[in-house]
């Protein structure tokens, strides 16, 4: 770009009907990326140049999209392009007469054989792009970016065949101060913006395009820009929950939410009887949470206070009367939830066992009630691996669903696990029991808390298991990116509690259990085998997150470990070592060793003949390695494989002087066959750990 380019400000906004609160943001953001992506590919190479002097904001509210672009350059430089073709000395025959490659050029080039010209001895043909005033591309490149916009569903309204997420009522396109005359989705391209729907509910004339966001806020009571917006009402919530002594509890969720619903944000503290209070708080959050955008708040203790804070679209003059219609409409929802819980409680979890029988976990696995028995079965299992109390993990795993059949559950379906532990206190049962209701579901996402009780332990493992077996079993694993069962997620789950809570836990074993829990599963044969390697591949995720180099996973995958706990060990250990400065001629040596063992035919002695050690370097190395496979037995029983790797460390010395001075392959047989059995021991040490090679 020259210095003499014109810049100008350039708005386009899509004035709606509602749109969808929870997709505003992706909208909003989309439509930024798709326009500016538009703009940078008509710049071409000169992209970074014209955005390097330009700002780019886009705003989103409950009835308009919006993107200021400042300082955009309002014109497309003008450019010539050359294409080179056949060589000149074959472009004609003899007789002058163009060549079929030389008119083949000229239709690529659609032009005539007349308009090209030899250059440098090719034939060439040279095309200048004139200069494109932006504003002429504009229209274009916004109807493609909404076109690219992502809405599952798009509608249509009145006799228009126009399709958006929503009712398109009005269209700001503006270049500095001129309107760029254009129709998107069916309306024409004005200067005239719309305050808010009940503060000003006229038409905004926009002279210029960056008076857009102070008249929207100074004379249409409309905060266009999203960020400004959701802290605006953070900061009011938080000071509505001061005043009542309390903490107002922002979801972040929840404020994105209302954001979105709002152009005139106004938060207002409503109040609701304490009776309700006796309801288990989770109810009553996501009572006023899901249904009515309430923020809750909780006393200094943590403690749920008969408050609600609602964000109103509004600034009323009567305050009252709104927060008196809000607690209106609250009451009735909260009294549901009483109601849902005290009609629950009148039955046991216990009684509802049988329920289960009438919901379908998926058609070729049974139903609930099956799969209760399943992983009552595997919890049973793991509680005496263990060590633990059996019939408190079994008794857990069978009531673990039966809060599914509640009223509670039934409207609130988030409260699973939550609700179960409340009914399961109630009903007398051991709070162990009643805690592994909720902690069945942990960890529900990454970094989420694990359980911690002994029954929510074993019945978080055997609830995952199970679905991994069924699933496995009948042909449905993950594939590519689908996984509708999440079964990467319920195998990361399996893992972090092993590791995380030190359980000694075999995967295999344990697959093996739940797979003899089925009575039929159509992919039986080398079921546990895949199951624990789709496992096992799940710490690669892990440690990749974790910054560890994918060759220390490697080299512990190498020997497949099927206890998650040992397999961590190892890795940890392997990542250690590495750090160490013997470390590279280790793995070295080991990948040299492992390449010689490799290529020999037949068996390998176990045992090394000292009668045929000839040379000193050999004799040190098998005394070296005889004296460390005494030293490590204890360590590789307490399972301290780093401390193992720092011994072996200490070969480094001995394994170099080896190299260096022994030929292994000797021509007497019986001398090679000794030095390939001790080349054998010394790569055994490492493999006691991990197949170091792997880190060559």
């Known amino acids: 770009m020259t210095d ?101 050029f000229a239709r690529k080039c659609g032009t005539t054989v ?16 004139p200069a494109k005033a932006i504003a002429d591309e504009l229209p274009a490149i916004i109807e493609a970016a909404l076109g690219k916009l992502p809405i599952p569903k ?55 395009a960056n008076e857009y966001l102070e008249n929207l806020e100074s004379v249409g009571h409309v905060i266009a820009d999203f960020e400004e917006r959701r802290e605006k009402i953070r900061a009011q919530v938080e000071a509505e929950g001061a005043t009542i002594n309390g903490v107002a509890q922002i979801d972040e969720a929840l404020l ?44 200094s203790n943590g403690k749920l206070m008969p408050f609600f804070i609602t964000i109103a679209n509004i600034e009323s003059t009567d305050p009252a009367q709104v927060i008196a219609g809000n607690e209106k409409v609250i ?19 216990e009684s509802r066992i049988e329920d289960l029988k009438s919901i379908v976990f998926q058609k070729e696995l049974g139903t609930l009630h099956d799969k209760a028995i399943r992983v009552a079965a595997l919890a049973k299992h793991i509680a005496e691996q263990l060590g633990q109390d059996q019939d408190k993990a079994e008794r857990a795993a069978m009531l673990a669903k039966t809060d599914l059949m509640t009223d509670m559950v039934y409207e609130f379906t988030d409260l699973q696990g939550l609700m179960g532990y409340h009914y399961a206190l109630h009903d007398g049962e051991d709070e162990g029991v009643a805690l592994a209701q909720n902690e069945q579901y942990m960890p529900r996402f990454a970094g989420d808390e694990l359980p911690q009780s002994e029954p929510g332990i074993a019945v978080a493992l055997a609830d995952r298991l199970d679905t991994l077996t069924g699933l496995f079993g009948i042909n449905q694993p993950p594939t590519g990116s689908k996984d509708p069962f999440a079964l990467r997620r319920a195998s990361l789950g399996v893992l972090r509690i092993i590791v995380e809570r030190q ?25 546990v085998a895949r199951i624990t390697d789709f496992m096992l591949e799940r710490f690669r995720a892990w440690y990749d997150d974790e910054g560890i180099a994918v060759e220390v996973y490697l080299a512990v995958h190498a020997l497949r470990p099927t206890r998650p706990l040992e397999f961590n060990q190892r890795v940890q250990a392997v990542s250690h070592f590495r750090t160490l400065e013997e470390a590279a001629a280790l793995a070295a040596a080991n ?64 394994v170099d002087t080896f190299f260096d001075e022994v030929m292994v392959m000797a021509d007497d047989e019986a001398i090679r066959n000794n030095r390939l059995a001790l080349l054998s021991q010394l790569r055994n040490l490492f493999l006691g750990v991990a197949d170091i090679s792997a880190l060559s």
Request: with cysteine; hydrophobic share 40%; aromatic share 8%.
């Open 114 to 129: 007349d308009s090209l010209q030899e250059i440098d001895g090719k034939m060439s043909f040279s095309q200048s792009v």
């Open 331 to 349: 009451r009735p929802r909260l009294a549901d939830a009483a109601f849902f819980f005290n009609t629950d409680k009148k039955r046991t979890l």
């Open 256 to 299: 994105d939410e209302v954001t979105a619903l709002n152009e005139w944000p106004v938060a207002l503290t409503g109040r609701f009887d304490e009776r309700f209070l006796d309801v288990p708080s989770e109810a009553l959050i996501s009572s006023m949470k899901e249904h009515q955008k309430y923020f809750h708040v909780t006393d």
């Open 4 to 104: 003499s380019t014109t810049r100008q400000d350039f708005l386009f906004e899509l004035g709606t009907e509602e749109l969808p609160p929870k997709a505003l943001k992706t909208l909003s953001d989309a439509l930024e990326n798709e326009v500016v992506s538009g703009i940078k590919e008509l710049f071409g190479k000169q992209a970074d140049a014209v955005f390097s002097e330009t700002t780019v904001n886009s705003y989103a509210a409950p009835r308009r999209l919006a993107l200021l672009i400042s300082n955009l350059a309002d014109e497309v430089p003008g450019s010539t392009f050359m294409m080179q073709g056949p060589p000149a000395r074959i472009a004609y025959d003899e007789q002058g007469n163009p060549s079929k490659a030389l008119e083949g």
């Open 503 to 527: 359980l000694n836990l075999d995967l295999q074993d344990l697959i093996q259990v739940a797979v003899n829990n089925y009575a039929v599963l159509p992919a039986k044969d080398g079921l």
């Open 591 to 654: 990948k040299r060793v492992s390449n010689i063992l490799s290529k020999q035919e037949g068996s390998i002695a176990n045992s090394v003949s000292e009668s045929l050690l000839q040379e000193d370097a050999e004799k040190a190395l098998a005394k070296a390695v005889a004296e460390k496979s005494t030293q490590l037995k204890p360590l590789i029983a307490l399972g301290d494989f780093k401390a193992v790797l720092e011994q072996l460390a200490e070969l480094r010395p001995v």
């Open 154 to 208: 798009r509608m249509r309204w009145g006799a228009s065949r126009t399709e958006f997420v929503r009712p398109v009522k009005w269209v700001v396109m503006l270049l500095g101060d001129q309107v760029i005359e254009c129709d998107i989705l069916g309306l024409k391209a004005g200067r005239n913006t719309r305050g808010h729907r009940f503060h000003y509910n006229h038409e905004i004339t926009l002279s210029q």
